[in-house]
Each structure stands twice: as C-alpha cells, then as structure tokens.
Nanobody
Framework: QVQLVESGGGLVQAGGSLRLSCAAS????????MGWFRQAPGKEREFVAA????????TYADSVKGRFTISRENVKNTVYLQMNSLKPGDTAVYYC??????????WGQGTQVTVSS
C-alpha cells in the first residue's frame, strides 16, 4: 500500500521559514517524479514545485520561485520543500504527490501551513 506522509507544517510569521518533508513508502521512490501542491481555503489546488526522479531538474510556480526549494533524498524515500520568506498568501494545506508518467498517481494527506502577518 502506497503512503505519502507530509510533516513540518505549522504557524510561522511572515518572513519566516519552514521545511516540509514527505516520506514515501510502498513504492519504488526513485522511479517517481515528485511534486508539491497547495490548496488555500476557497481556492483550487495549485502546483507549487516538482522534481524529477533523479533530482536533476526542478520546476516552480512563479509565485514561489526564488523563495522555495524542492529537493529529494532517494535513499531516504523523502522529498522536501524548503520555504523561505514566507508570506500570508502562502497559507494553505500543502500536499506532496508522486508521478510515474504524466499523471500524479498518489497523494499525501496534507500538512497545514499558516503564515501570520
């Protein structure tokens, strides 16, 4: 059974930092590209960042470029999202997801990030 478990969310002041982790089990982690998404109250889920299965290439939403960094450790079956210079607009539930080809096949349960002004 595939599980993606996010952790590291919390409450932080604007300008602060958080590091999210997503631990994967039940799948061959190194075969999957990984992504982070977020959903704010009343809004659609949106793409945040993605990383290839080897970690050699990353992609970011324009809204987080230069502030967030996605990385992965395949030996630990874990993907990370380092979030710096956080803004109130970053407040959302953050989800990690695993993609084998073009579609994200598996999703975590999410972790809440709240940025106060």
């Amino acid at each position: 059974q595939v599980q993606l478990v996010e952790s590291g969310g919390g409450l932080v002041q604007a300008g602060g930092s958080l590091r999210l982790s997503c631990a994967a089990s039940g799948l061959t982690f190194s075969a999957y590209a990984m992504g982070w998404f977020r959903q704010a109250p009343g809004k659609e889920r949106e793409f945040v960042a993605a990383i290839t299965k080897s970690g050699d290439s990353t992609t970011y939403a324009d809204s987080v470029k230069g502030r967030f960094t996605i990385s992965r450790e395949n030996v630990k079956n874990t993907v990370y999202l380092q979030m710096n210079s956080l803004k109130p607009g970053d407040t959302a539930v953050y989800y990690c997801a695993a993609r084998l080809w073009t579609k994200y096949n598996y999703w975590g349960q999410g972790t809440q990030v709240t940025v106060s002004s």
